[in-house]
């Protein structure tokens, strides 16, 4: 058990370390002059020095690398190219603007979703899960951007519950930003749903037709029982990757809902570091996304272990089987 | 064991049926779109800006006076070219290194689940920012950054496809004539994930609509005055109260081609057995 | 029909009257029991036997009141404890199910929640009618059912071995105190010296608790062992109903006699080895000092291994350990031994799947290397995987699988898989000739030529296990590994495939190693048996020796174990 999560780790940590390099290469070593790129065409020579000085082209590609991973471990992400000030600090900000946004979103959908999986798994084929799968077939389809745009019509125009955009700009404090919070979290909210719940639906079936929840009922269990003890638990494992995938979507920042609602998340930051080419900035947003994919990918992993005892690599099963019957 | 109702499944095919016809429609548009009004997509008219539905604009006009209609027929060509492009590169690409994972299987299956792994954790939209600020907004870095984007999770999809092929008696028995790695891969293991690679190309496609379309409404996909169903919506929104049609069009267009692609990979599932909803996860 | 009841005064526990079943498909009704009647009284026990599609398990789910999706009752009625199952309301429903008729599910492995303790499983099915579910009552219960260490109930279900799981099952089914219980292909899943504790156990439990019993199986001698009264189906229909001595003994349906013939005995006393099918080439009293050199010129050793260790991945365990054995020419070794016995490695190892650590392996390509009658000279390669073989030695060593669905690929025709070897080895080489000898393998296997147009989806289990057979012939080996080739398949079939095999043997002079692990089947086909049991091999010699003189313990438990009808149609 122990070993095995040892190893889990250490495979996120190899995920993560593999993720910077893609991220720096990507960025910094491919061919091409970045700075010039970054600059224009008519940039003077000067510039273009100073520049390339900035992010460490100067030096091999190796070493560059090494001392931009040796930054971010010790928590030096490195300045702005626009503002100048630490990167740090500028995605602190911004990161915990999304979170205020993200973790209601994430508790709703997620709580919401599941439930209305297992609702249409057990009226599978009737008017309750047709419904419910139309409505997530056609909310998959539907960009985020067409929702959040018919949601501030229909709100903030039509009638004005909610305001519709953040007016405060990237100093906004929380009392300012919470009454505008929910549009955008109905938004995220509809766009991961779909998916969760058709997985939700898919496993849930699944699970239902196996032997042991038959014999569940068989033996004479209420249906509910049968369903929360039996079914619901081993249904959700395939579900979790999908929720952990729906979250690491949302953490590393909802570019186009925050754009659209004007909400000074790390999307936002994301969108501005590109129009200004803040190279700094898109490669730290990269690497903190990155270890929130990983991360919620470990947890979700780690939650899988939990519920399902065959995931915890005990060796007891194979020390009993020889000595079986024997006697 | 399990019994197949047969009832909803004949549903699903009629769905999948429209679903295949909405995206069949999408695309003839798309290519005739030129030869079936008499505007131009691109010419602005500052006489003509805003108005409403008319005999002659049937949808009403822009905020540059150019035809809704016009520019809404036209405005899946970008979307639909980029994602048949990206689309092909990423599924060949996903199912040759998702099946030569599956096959290896040990350090060298660890190996690309690693790297893949690493793609997979930079979100799609910010890898592409990423891509597009360095190497700019063509048409080929899209595609290919698109494809870069999405091959990673094909591949896994279609290794998990092909781990229990790989342990079928088929392929042992082509081992055990002592066939190479290549052979048997090409003659006995992709033809049994040639369902699922199916599946994942009209979902992948409908994903690259919504991706490519998202970027144009960022404004880091087509460029203006290039008419595209993304960039429409960005450009026309804020006359929404005015004329809404100019924003609603390209919405019913390409909801209308992406709720096509997903009904039509449902039923491809449905009938090929490939449970498509559980891996949403890649 | 009926078999005379004379349970005097008693009302039958269950009154299955006229019952048909079937389920829609599109638009159609298709019929998976049709007027099926029989009666169970207190304490009896009834079988319903036949093999897969027969419609027997459907009946007796139909007693728990449970169809399968999308079927339907459309005509008779099951009567339980008195009361109409399929009219009862949900709650009374619920009581009965567990309360009055309990259910063990064919497979343990995939009847217990893999997530929840099976303390708690059992206590779940004690509270749900209304019973004492405290740790004194679940251990009594365990202790009924022989779990053995009560600690073992703390465990999850993955952590039991077979055995223990279908006692749980057992356990859990027992806990309400139902008057019937009903088993599902109870001991299918499970090893012979396992199926025999709990065919044991299911005597014992029957004679304390007076339970009647309803046995779901395809196996006539697990039938023989605990069934009063037997119901043959086919194809959803009564075949035959009557008392079980009877029906076995002097079958009175066709098609009776036909499952009597075919089911695997062991026989014990004979003389003979195997069988009595081709009585001028096997000679069982060849016991090593080569007494049956008269039959066929040459009968050296094809294949021969010394001190042969396998494992699967470096770090693990041995799961081969000192494999010796020799192969006779034109003769067939069986390998015996229970799940996890290194039997199946055996035959991967030989086939070039896995690499062999240590040892040494000789072979005899080609016939006239084995005629000279001694051992040929070790190879090195032939411890090493197939991709590092010869050619020669490649073509010569062909494998037969276990599981016939997963053994030919779905994409590919019939005629397309034996082609490939044909091709791949250069045995013929024009198209014609390609064609020609598909449509003679096919012809030699006991099918035709119209068999290379079909994808193996159009065909039978039977048929796809003796395409594999063709498809392991086209290389025109001279050593065969059939790794449990008959398993999954019914008896009837079994027993003609088995047959196929044996002429091939004879027509091709072919060599076999036969890997199994029923006795009953082993001894229909084998010249000599290596038994084995964790990696190695405790006892080997010709099976004569092995089947009905052993002299390990290990061998004679195995035996004793075997469950067959030769004491039920003998008695």
Redesign the interface.
Known sequence: MAQLLIRRILTSVVTLLLASFLVYFATSALPGDVAQQLLGQDATEEALAQMREDLGLEQSVWAGYAAWLGGILTGDLGTSLVSGEPVAGIIGGAFGNTLLIAVPAIVIGVALSLALGVAAAVRRGRGADTSISMISLAAMSIPEFVIATLLVLVFAIAMPVFPAVVLMGDDAGLGDLLPAVWLPVVTLVLVMAAYIIRAMRSSTIDTMATEYALTAELKGLRRRDVLLRHVVPTALLPVLPVIAINIAWLLGGVVVVETIFNYPGLGALMIDSVSTRDLPVLQAIAIVTATVYVSVNLVADLLAMLIDPRQRGTTRSRAAAPKEETA | M???????R?RRITAAGIGAAAVVVTILIALLSPWLTPYSAVATNADAALLGPTPAHWLGTDQYGRDVLTRTLEGGRYALLVAFLATSIAVTLGTLVGAVAAYADGWLDEAIS??L???????A???L????????QGLWVIVLAVSIVYAPAVARVVRGAARPVVS???V?????????ALPIIG??IL??V?DTVLVEFAMRA?WVV?LV??LS??G?GANPPTPDW?LM??EN?TA??VAPLG?VAP?VS??VL??G???AA?GLAKRMGV????R??A | MTPARAQAGADPVIDVANVSISYASGTRMVPVARNITFQVYPGEAIALVGESGSGKSTIARALLGSLRAGSQLVGGSVRVGGADVFALPAPELRSLRGGTVALVAQNAGHALTPSLRVSTQIAEALRAHGLDASAARITRLAELVRLGDPSLLQRYPHELSGGQQQRVAIAMALAAEPEVLVLDEPTTALDVVTQRAILDLLAELRSTLGVAVVLVSHDLGVVAEIADTVLVMRRGAEVEYGRTAQVLRAPGAEYTRTLVAAAPRLDRDAAQGPGPADPEHREPSRDGAGAGQAARPGPGPVLACRGLDVRYRRGAPLAVKGFTAEIMSGETLAVVGESGSGKSTVAQALAGLIAAENGEISFAATPSDAAEGSAPAPRSDLLKRAGRRSLQVRRAIQLVFQNADLALNPRRTVGDSIARPLRYFRVVRSRAQIAERVESLLTEVGLDGSFAGRVPAQLSGGQRQRIGIARALAAEPSLLIADEITTALDVSVQAEVLDLLRALQRRRGLSCLFISHDLAVVQRVADHVAVMKSGEIVEQGTAGQILIAPAHPYTRQLLDSTVDLSTAVKE
Do not use: H, K, M
């Open positions: 399990s019994t197949q109702t047969a009832a909803p004949q690693r790297v792994d690493a793609i997979l954790s930079v979100p939209v910010l890898a920012l990423l891509i597009v600020t360095v190497f700019g079928s008696g088929y042992a028995a082509a081992r055990a004539r002592g066939e190479r003659r006995e033809p049994n040639l409908s919504l379309s998202t409404f960022l880091f993304g919506i960005q929104r929404l109260t924003t919405i390409l909801a992406v709720i692609l997903n009904l449902d449970d498509r909803a559980a949403a996860a």
